[in-house]
């Protein structure tokens, strides 16, 4: 049986573990990361596409955002439609940043071609089985090519998402978790058109909520509220386009083109949190230790965070001998996590059509939204939540 011996373990190759074995090797810190799928998987998973303004940032200076920076759109507003019209969010002139376009999987690519460019360990199609001695001497337990492997490191960095074994590892007892499930789901959509806007629109209407999106200027990405039980065989193609046209129109005769279909599935809504995200020398990142709707565009953004956090003690600790920012690991994440929680469930509460709503609740839904467009202070708060509030503390990127 092989070991490899290393300083940081990371389970997961998504945005999280990535980012975070990247931003460690500038700094002079090994790192393995174990990946249970293959290199392809890993980079054609479809996910987010809204990178904060920090989120970006953090990309460009550390080396890995040029293709982002030629690629990505940059957007300095969002349209929140409702009542048949719309109305624009300027970031811009509201707090004087922006949002990036760009999907979460092309990020993915980028991370991946840097670590193997430095040829650092990277290993896919490797199974991690259990994970031991978190709270001492941490290590990963995996498979690869039918024969078994260890990992022996100072620290473990769980990035393995909501379903993978690192978070249920920990004891029962230890570890805390807040959830909610909201009794929708979206419907979303690829489609080789160009996007019927230059930004983001979020609507409400009484049919229930959409968004239309981009990936680039020649896929739109959409979405639809659809019922948590729903099937995706009774949504076909001229359904979906009839539908998104009808919640989409405007009283000022706005057209949605259609186009080709290529992808579609149902996502299910939920927030989620564990608390602490620091057990020993496990570290939780990402999807691991919290869940956001997508409504906020919050939850790559949120890893990213988490990788800062956990970069800053792990220099801190290597360079100056100094435990104290490993130590508040769970303080300072879980601050921004809780706020980003929140931004989530009230775009959502505010956007998406709850089951029994009666008239009182829907003219509720357009009193609120009439508020956040008119009101310069409501527009700046829901600005300032929607690029990325500002760290803790600066430095590190």
Request: proline share 4%; charged share 25%.
């Amino acid at each position: 049986m092989a070991i490899i011996r290393t300083q940081v373990g990371i389970v997961g190759a998504g945005p999280a573990g990535l980012m975070l074995a990247h931003v460690l090797h500038l700094q002079g810190i090994e790192s393995v990361v174990l990946e249970s799928h293959s290199r392809e998987y890993v980079e054609s998973r479809v996910r987010a596409g809204v990178l904060e303004q920090g989120t970006a940032d953090m990309l460009r200076e550390s080396g890995v955002g040029a293709r982002m920076q030629r690629e990505g759109l940059q957007h300095h507003g969002v349209e929140l439609r409702f009542g048949g019209e719309g109305h624009r969010i300027d970031f811009q002139d509201l707090v004087g940043k922006s949002i990036t376009v760009y999907a979460q999987q092309e990020v993915v690519k980028d991370l991946i071609t840097a670590r193997i460019g430095y040829d650092a360990p990277i290993l896919f199609e490797a199974e991690a089985v259990r994970i031991s001695d978190f709270e001492s001497r941490p290590r990963i337990h995996y498979e690869q090519d039918d024969s078994e492997h260890e990992i022996a490191c100072d620290f473990l960095a769980g990035c393995d998402g909501f379903h993978g074994i690192c978070r249920p590892s920990v004891a029962a007892g230890q570890i805390r978790f807040y959830e909610r499930q909201y009794p929708f789901a979206w419907l979303g959509i690829l489609a080789r058109v160009a996007p019927a806007s230059d930004e983001l629109i979020y609507t409400y209407h009484e049919r229930g909520f959409s968004l239309m999106s981009m990936r680039s200027p020649e896929v739109s990405r959409l979405y639809l509220q659809c019922g948590v039980d729903e099937e995706i065989a009774k949504w076909p193609d001229e359904r979906i386009w009839e539908e998104l046209r009808t919640r989409m129109a405007t009283r000022d005769g706005f057209v949605l083109k259609d186009g080709p279909i290529f992808q579609k599935g149902i996502t299910p809504m939920r927030s989620f949190v564990a608390e602490p995200m620091q057990f020993g020398k496990l570290f939780l990142l990402g999807d691991a230790a919290h869940i956001v709707p997508p409504t906020g565009a919050k939850g790559l953004n949120l890893a990213v965070a988490d990788v800062r956090v956990m970069t800053r003690g792990l220099v801190e600790f290597y360079k100056n001998g100094n435990r104290e920012e490993l130590e508040r690991y769970t303080e300072r994440c879980l601050r921004r996590v809780w706020r980003g929680q929140r931004f989530s469930w009230w775009m959502t509460s505010m956007l998406h059509r709850f089951p029994n709503e009666d008239g009182f609740s829907h003219q509720i839904h357009l009193a609120e939204l009439g508020y956040v467009t008119s009101s310069r202070a409501a527009s700046t708060s829901l600005a300032e939540n929607y690029v990325g509030l500002p760290f803790d503390s600066p430095g590190l990127f």
